[in-house]
């Protein structure tokens, strides 16, 4: 792993970071009293759901500003269906050559990049017909879409609610590039995206696993050797012999790393960048990004690359989500974050951490800055060379406020990554009514057992979610109490 060189703030649970919300607005959350089916959805969505209650709060635009699934997207609740007729594997470009683009500035193609593809034949994530996006190679990604104004942003809210479905073939927290020697190229690597042998590492017990060797990569005279080793060595590999199970092949991990990146004698720890939101694209506004170090907001790192010990799951679907608040002192709410694998924290904000976004929206002068956007969704970093990525269902919004529908019966089994939960194509909504259609995504097979979930503006949802009625599969017993005082 990287080495820590910058403080980790102490963590708070999700019930702790609740109560510092409700501090400073005692709004009680939302509650959900009845849903109904209003009838067939227009424009290829399912079933439209009312649903009843108090405390939603007011949600002026209604749909999220963008929810994308490759073949079809909504913008603001319209219909975009320009990637339809789009063939398989075409690139995805920038808005200065082709003014239709959902995305205004992707990465482009080129010095190994793919640049990011529209995928109608990789298998997708529920497995039905349709499309997603991919990219291979260490610089591959979407950013600026134009349903939120491109490099402009159209927006002057203080929240941003984003979160994609992202499947990564390694982890990016847990990986090591060390130069090659000249009989490297007898270790047996996988397909595409696909892990290689097992290795061995001197004196230690576990198994690695080769990731790939790149004999073309950088000035070295055999290229470099990517691994995974066996979990738990990050301090004890300098100078360890790492052979291969079955090819026998050995290597000698470097006594220290590289200076010059992959020009230079020595390795090169885990790391990758896969998603950044910005507020302004000179980076002088907001700024928030996962990979392995982050920026809290207004810049300076908040936590290492181990993200509270989490990881994407390899070679699996993983759901990440942001909610982020920089807080607007007009309203009485204080800047707020929560990140997300799978629904699990692995980065939240703490007391401290409000205080510093306060300040440096102060000392910045921030307080009328526009809303984050996405700026990168996918791989960008130098090391990240044998990765590639399928990336699906992407969804920003303006607000906190959104619509979830899980396989989990409370909030703590969402939180605890149990089950599995889609956004939904919010229609309409007031304080006690929304409107939503339902998007089962791979949610399709556990239509049975689904739970209703709707978050307010502070980000908060019902605890126990709300049993969904036979119109969505057969209906769970109701929990004890829907609400939270």
Partial sequence: ???????????????????????FQANAAP??????????????????IRVQGSNFGRKEAGPAVLYDHGDIAWENGRLNDYHQDFDDMQLIQRIDADPQTLWAKPSLAGNGNTGVLLSKSRKSRSGAAGAHYYGS??????????????????SKSKAMYAAFWMKIPFDPNYFYAIPASSDSYGFIEGKDGEYGERIEVEGESGYGRIISYEPDLGELPHGWVF???????????????????TSKTVIVFPDGPSRGKFDQVGYITPGGKYARFWSDESGTGYRFSLGSAGFPGTGGSLWTNNFGHLSPTPGEWNLFEVALNVGDSARGLKPSLRASINGKTFVESTEEWVEQMLSRTEERGLDDESALTIALLG?????????????????????????????????????????????QHIE????????????????????DNLYLYVFDERGVPNSNG?????????APNAPSSVSVN
């Fill in 1 to 23: 792993m990287l080495p820590v060189h910058i403080k980790r703030l102490p963590k708070l649970s999700y019930f702790s970071l609740s109560l510092i919300f409700l501090a």
């Fill in 466 to 474: 709300f049993p969904l009625p036979s119109i969505l599969g057969s």
């Fill in 428 to 447: 309409t909504w007031d304080r006690s009514a929304i409107e939503f259609s339902f998007y089962s995504g791979a949610l399709a097979a556990q239509r």
């Fill in 227 to 245: 691994l995974e080793p066996p979990r738990g060595l990050e301090g004890s590999l300098k100078g360890k012999r790492i052979t291969g199970v």
């Fill in 137 to 154: 190679g260490n610089k591959n990604f979407l950013g600026w879409p134009t349903a939120h104004g491109g490099m402009e942003v159209e």
């Fill in 31 to 48: 509650t959900i009293s009845g849903v109904s089916e209003v009838g067939e959805s227009k424009a290829e969505k399912g079933e439209v």
């Fill in 379 to 423: 791989m960008g970093d130098f090391r990240t060379i044998p990765f590639s990525f399928d990336l699906d269902d992407i969804y920003l919004d303006d607000s906190l406020q959104r619509v979830m529908v899980c396989s989990a019966a409370t909030i703590s089994e969402v939180h605890s990554g149990e089950g599995a939960c889609e956004l």
